[in-house]
């Protein structure tokens, strides 16, 4: 079993940056690929970037590639999303999620086991 907790969301202006973070509960953090995903207002769910299990491999949705970076300390059973260059369309509320197969590396949720709660992330014009 693990617990997902997010933090770090916030209001910020345009162009400006946030870090969230995740914090992993469950001694098997370290084998599970991580994941954020982001949910704005009437649409749905959508993958934001993914990291595995040994932090070597990461991808991103297009629209945040070169803006958004994913990293993840295993000794602090913790992973991070570094945004910058933030835009209005940004604005979302950002889920941390956990893969338990150690091979995978997905965008697709329904292959996500564990969620968190959700940060709101809101970055005015």
Same mark, same amino acid.
């Given at each position: 079993q693990v617990q997902?907790?997010?933090?770090g969301g916030g209001l910020v202006q345009a162009g400006g940056s946030l @870090? #969230?973070? &995740?914090?992993?509960?469950? @001694?098997?953090?370290?084998? &599970?690929?991580?994941a954020w995903f982001r949910?704005?207002?009437? /649409?749905? +769910?959508?993958?934001? =970037?993914?990291i595995n299990w040994r932090g070597l491999i990461t991808y991103y949705k297009d629209s945040v590639k070169g @803006?958004?970076? %994913?990293? +993840?300390?295993?000794a602090k059973n913790t992973v991070y999303l570094q945004m910058s260059e933030? /835009?209005?369309?940004?604005?979302?509320v950002y889920y &941390?999620?956990?893969d338990r197969? %150690? =091979?995978?590396?997905?965008? #697709?949720? @329904?292959?996500?086991e564990y969620w968190g709660q959700g940060t709101q992330v809101t970055v005015s014009s």
């Open positions: 997902l907790v997010e933090s @870090r #969230l973070s &995740c914090v992993a509960s469950g @001694r098997t953090f370290s084998s &599970c690929a991580m949910q704005a207002p009437g /649409k749905e +769910r959508e993958f934001v =970037a993914v @803006r958004f970076t %994913i990293s +993840r300390d295993n933030l /835009k209005p369309e940004d604005t979302a &941390c999620a956990a197969n %150690i =091979a995978d590396v997905t965008p #697709l949720a @329904r292959e996500y």
